[in-house]
């Protein structure tokens, strides 16, 4: 493996660590644990785990959805937002128990159950940007239908395993000739955004490559019609060698994917 990715990895490992702490409430059972990734108030997001007949339950404890409804996003009163949360629950293998999103492990596949129940509140989450007049179209259908439209060749809502034995997911998956594609599409750019991208295409960028004996790149497509991205985050990007395109200039996107 290329030492320069591996210690970027590493690294990542040992802040993400120092970064989780546990958190025992003897009366009931349950232990939180606390991620260093924010929510919409910018509150670290928490996952509360307790055993249960052998297996482990792991859950958000309902505090998601709560805090969309505090922000005016309420999922139960729109039908677009219960499909945009369906799909997230169908994509990460989780289930939506009352209002906590739950996902059951074996301590064999804590670690992967874990990680997909973190990667969907991450994207549960955003849609706390969701105001009324965008979540009437979501990005990520436009970027979609975009490419259906340049009849560019794609699979949606893909999963890699990565180095590290876990799988990852990506919006699409485009092959060309010389190399391939992972494309997010980003309504907005958030810090918790970037770090998770970054993190899961280098994660499973050596195992692809050597896979398809061809380069594995990485590429998001920003939202900059209805948001203006901030500096810093885009450089941010650019330091980790992912392309961006603008949704404002979506004749190169189709330039270089078509």
């Not at 958000?60 to 959805?65: M, N, P, R, V, Y």
């Not at 990520?140 to 799988?167: H, P, Q, R």
Request: hydrophobic residues 35%; contains cysteine; charged residues 30%.
């Amino acid at each position: 493996m290329n030492t320069e990715l591996k210690i970027l990895i590493d690294d990542y490992y040992r802040w993400l660590r120092s970064q989780t702490h546990l958190i025992e409430e003897e009366e009931t059972g349950w232990t939180a644990i606390s991620t260093p990734y924010t929510g919409i108030f910018n509150d670290g997001i928490e996952i509360y785990c307790r055993k249960e007949k052998g297996n482990w339950i792991l859950t958000d404890g309902g505090d998601s959805l709560k805090l969309l409804e505090e922000v005016g996003v309420s999922i139960s009163r729109s039908k677009k937002r219960k499909r945009i949360l369906q799909g997230i629950i169908n994509n990460y293998g989780i289930n939506l128990d009352t209002e906590e999103l739950t996902v059951e492990a074996t301590s064999n596949n804590f670690i992967q159950k874990k990680h997909y129940l973190l990667q969907a509140l991450l994207e549960v989450h955003e849609l706390g940007q969701l105001a009324e007049h965008t979540v009437k179209s979501l990005f990520k259908e436009d970027v979609e239908s975009y490419l259906n439209e340049e009849n560019i060749l794609y699979t949606k809502d893909v999963k890699f395993a990565g180095y590290n034995g876990l799988d990852y997911h990506f919006d699409f998956q485009i092959p060309k000739r010389d190399k391939e594609y992972i494309l997010k599409a980003a309504n907005s750019l958030q810090k918790n955004t970037i770090s998770s991208f970054v993190y899961s295409w280098q994660n499973v960028k050596k195992m692809r490559e050597r896979n398809i004996s061809k380069s594995f790149d990485a590429a998001l497509v920003l939202n900059d019609v209805e948001y203006e991205p901030k500096p810093d985050l885009l450089e941010a990007l650019q330091v980790e060698n992912v392309e961006i395109y603008y949704w404002s200039d979506k004749k190169r996107l189709r330039e270089v994917l078509a």
